[in-house]
């Protein structure tokens, strides 16, 4: 406060009112303003995206970002990468697919995830497993829940496929489609409840 | 001169353009968010709303003040393409040719170890036109080939997220915990890292007896500290040692504290969307690193 009254006191002792002899705001201060405005602008209409909601840093256009969305079919090993995750499969039959000893089978070598046609395991996914059942020679007598309700057609073959296929685990079976996951569902229609394993090794294995 | 009409009217436009911009414009854009199919799976929406206990948790995550130390914001600053060679097929020869003519930088590919050790990053960091070129290139020629690509930035690359966080990712959440202060680690994504509630239950409790040297307090008031008897609680938490309590007695989670555990178990923005294209890792990488 003390300063500016300094700094204005010895300005024009003789008029109180300041004489407008030049433009009190200079010019080049206006043309510097508008040069930064100028690239103010270019910046932002570069990197704005036109205020586009889908568009987040670091990306700056929606087309950069459409070119970007991979399209074709998505690979049935990552959404099964998924759905095991969900947390459902893996909170028993573990991220490893070892289960555990005594109370939940493997996955990883198990007869059953890698039989050439996988009519059963769909059955056993879709509907539950309940009673004893041997898995690797180790005896288990135990109850898996329905997965039929929770999970679409295609998740239901994407998360077999990824038990099929899981080269971690060492498992190598064929590939299991949404339409054969479907098929199944309509021949199960009238069994309610869990399956057991030996009702299930009545069923023709190509069925 | 009277100069009020003119004050009055210029805060008038100043405050109603800040309200257009700031209110008005973004409510247009995103008030009206819904859940949308990822891009993934198409059959599948994202986000799903949490599961009533966790809803629950969010409160107690606000009335514990956890966002005063948390963000869960994860920011991506760049994305870098990459293509990967899965199968070279029966024709080595020509998915060198069909690489070379995709002109995607390689002059001639004429070492048989090119081939060998697949699945190979063979143009790492390269850009989306010519990934699909060389792409297209190699499904051509009878190769299997995938384009991956991989959203970048410092808390990615702390795996605090696999990609940066978007509108969407809080599109349940009343209100938004996005957090300034980032004392301790992102959680927009704990969920998908840390998937164990009793985990949580017990970091809760004693942060320092799961993570050494932790900053975090422990919120024992979380928790009742009560006489076993004959009935244990089935929920009782199994504590180490040295926070045990007294003999015959027993740690049990109140409702907050296994309600705040349901929702940090539930905080998971690992699923693809439009905003942030990506391509999963078939295994997900799972590492606990505290904040450095």
């Known amino acids: 406060m003390s300063q500016s009254i300094k700094r204005s006191a010895p300005a024009s002792p003789s008029s109180s009112q300041p004489l407008l002899k030049e433009p009190a705001f200079p010019i080049w201060l206006i043309v510097f303003l508008t040069l930064l405005l100028y690239a103010g602008a270019v910046y932002f209409d570069g990197h704005g995206s036109g205020f586009h909601p889908q568009v987040y840093a670091p990306y700056s256009s929606y087309t950069q970002l459409a070119d970007l969305q991979i399209t074709g079919p998505p690979n049935p090993l990552e959404i099964g990468f998924r759905v095991y995750h969900k947390p459902s499969c893996v909170s028993c039959h573990q991220a490893s697919g070892a289960g555990s000893p005594g109370q939940f089978p493997p996955l990883v070598g198990s007869e059953w995830v890698q039989e050439p046609e996988p009519g059963r395991i769909i059955r056993a996914v879709l509907n539950g497993l309940q009673g004893p059942i041997s898995v690797k020679n180790q005896q288990y007598n135990n109850a898996m829940v329905a997965w039929g309700g929770v999970f679409s057609d295609e998740e239901i073959a994407a998360v077999i496929t990824y038990i099929r296929q899981n080269k971690d685990w060492g498992n190598n079976a064929p590939a299991v489609t949404a339409d054969r996951v479907k098929a199944v569902r309509e021949k199960i229609k009238g069994h309610p409840g869990p399956f057991t394993a030996d009702e299930l090794l009545k069923i023709p294995a190509a069925d | ?292």
């Open chain 2, 1 to 292: 001169m009277n100069y009020g009409p003119l004050v009055f009217l210029t805060a008038f436009v100043a405050l109603s353009a800040s309200w257009f911009g700031f209110v008005l414009t973004p409510q247009i854009q995103i008030g009206r968010l819904t859940e949308s199919t990822n891009t993934l799976n198409t059959a599948e929406l994202y986000p799903k709303a949490r599961p009533g206990q966790a809803a629950q948790g969010l409160q107690v995550y606000r009335a514990n003040g956890c966002a005063a130390c948390h963000t869960q914001q994860t920011v991506q600053e760049g994305t870098s393409i990459d293509v990967y060679l899965l199968e070279v097929g029966t024709n080595a020869a020509a998915v060198a040719t069909a690489l070379v003519n995709a002109n995607v930088g390689f002059t001639r590919i004429d070492d048989p170890g090119f081939f060998l050790n697949l699945p190979k990053n063979i143009l790492p960091g390269t850009t989306i036109e010519a990934a699909k070129r060389a792409f297209k290139g190699a499904q051509s020629a009878g190769a299997k080939a995938q384009i991956r690509i991989n959203p970048q930035g410092p808390d990615i690359a702390r795996h605090w997220g696999v990609r940066g966080s978007v509108a969407a990712d809080y599109l349940f959440d009343q209100p938004v915990m996005l957090g300034s202060q980032r004392v301790g680690p992102d959680l927009s994504n704990v969920g998908a890292r840390l998937p164990d509630v009793n985990w949580h239950l017990l970091h809760l409790y004693a942060p320092q007896q799961v993570v050494k040297g932790s900053l975090m307090p422990p919120h024992r008031f979380l928790f009742n500290v009560s006489k076993a008897g004959q009935h244990p609680s089935p929920d009782a938490l199994q504590v180490p040692p040295e926070v045990a309590p007294a003999p015959g007695y027993e740690v049990v989670p109140k409702p907050e504290a296994l309600a705040l555990a349901a929702y940090l178990v539930s905080l998971n923005s690992s699923t693809p969307v439009f905003e942030t294209p990506m391509t999963l890792a078939s295994s997900a990488t799972s590492t606990n690193s505290p904040a450095k």
